[in-house]
């Protein structure tokens, strides 16, 4: 992909007003993402968009840009997946609405290994937190890659059980792969890359929780 079309996906996904469904719906109208930065005025009205959409896609911020490229450059565990990327996990892209672009550190063969998901409460009675690790640590010993999302108590047993047992696991985040939260599963956010997983945002790198 060129740097101007992955440009384009990035000033795409982060404009205002501008949600999923809507992001979609150019896409498929306008055939392609530079298209969509090159189209008039009217034909993006006729699209569906409002005006306040219409001027935000004027103002991309291209600081921002330079900043999200950096990153990818700057490590060979950096990757910026769009719609396009071979490695954008393929059951995502069943959604009526995928999310743009995916920032990724770690490894991308993970993403399609197959896989459980385990999530739950931040407060977990001790039962709970020992079965949340029992259960990741016995199903990544039979080679199921463990996707949780990297909170405390469950998240984090899930995550923990999987490296226990020599296994990849995914954590995915609701901020920016540079602003781990919470801040005390740091170690087992960089621990999960250095043994093949991987760590998944939708959001910008330094994007806070």
Same mark, same amino acid.
Request: hydrophobic share 40%; glycine share 10%; aromatic share 6%.
């Given at each position: 992909?060129?740097?101007?079309?992955?440009?384009?996906?990035?000033?795409?996904?982060?404009?205002?007003?501008?949600? *999923?469904?809507?992001?979609?719906?150019?896409?498929?109208?306008?055939?392609?993402?530079?298209?969509?930065?090159?189209?008039?005025?009217?034909?993006?009205?006729?699209?569906? %968009?409002?005006?306040?959409?219409?001027?935000?896609?004027?103002?991309?911020?291209?600081?921002?840009?330079?900043?999200? %490229?950096?990153?990818?450059?700057?490590?060979?565990?950096?990757?910026?997946?769009?719609?396009?990327?071979?490695?954008? *996990?393929?059951?995502?892209?069943?959604? @009526?609405?995928?999310?743009?672009?995916?920032?990724?550190?770690?490894?991308?063969?993970?993403?399609?290994?197959? &896989?459980?998901?385990?999530?739950?409460?931040?407060? @977990?009675?001790?039962?709970?937190?020992?079965?949340?690790?029992?259960?990741?640590?016995?199903?990544?010993?039979?080679?199921?890659?463990?996707?949780?999302?990297?909170?405390? &108590?469950?998240?984090?047993?899930?995550?923990? &059980?999987?490296?226990?047992?020599?296994?990849?696991?995914?954590?995915? %985040?609701?901020?920016?792969?540079?602003?781990?939260?919470?801040?005390?599963?740091?170690?087992?956010?960089?621990?999960?890359?250095?043994?093949? &997983?991987?760590?998944?945002?939708?959001?910008? *790198?330094?994007?806070? @929780?």
């Amino acid at each position: 992909m060129t740097e101007e079309k992955l440009r384009c996906y990035l000033a795409l996904a982060q404009t205002k007003h501008l949600g *999923p469904a809507t992001l979609f719906k150019l896409l498929k109208h306008f055939g392609s993402v530079e298209s969509v930065f090159h189209a008039s005025t009217d034909a993006l009205v006729r699209c569906g %968009l409002k005006q306040a959409a219409v001027d935000a896609l004027g103002q991309v911020d291209d600081k921002a840009l330079d900043a999200q %490229l950096l990153w990818l450059q700057q490590s060979a565990h950096h990757h910026i997946l769009t719609w396009e990327h071979p490695a954008f *996990p393929t059951l995502l892209l069943e959604l @009526p609405a995928p999310p743009l672009v995916l920032y990724v550190k770690g490894n991308l063969e993970c993403l399609r290994a197959p &896989g459980v998901c385990l999530v739950g409460s931040r407060k @977990p009675t001790a039962q709970g937190a020992k079965l949340a690790h029992q259960f990741a640590y016995e199903l990544a010993e039979y080679g199921w890659t463990i996707t949780s999302g990297l909170a405390l &108590g469950i998240d984090g047993r899930a995550h923990q &059980g999987a490296l226990e047992a020599g296994g990849q696991t995914i954590a995915v %985040l609701g901020s920016g792969l540079e602003s781990v939260y919470p801040a005390r599963h740091l170690k087992l956010s960089e621990q999960i890359v250095e043994t093949g &997983g991987a760590l998944v945002s939708e959001y910008s *790198p330094k994007t806070a @929780p």
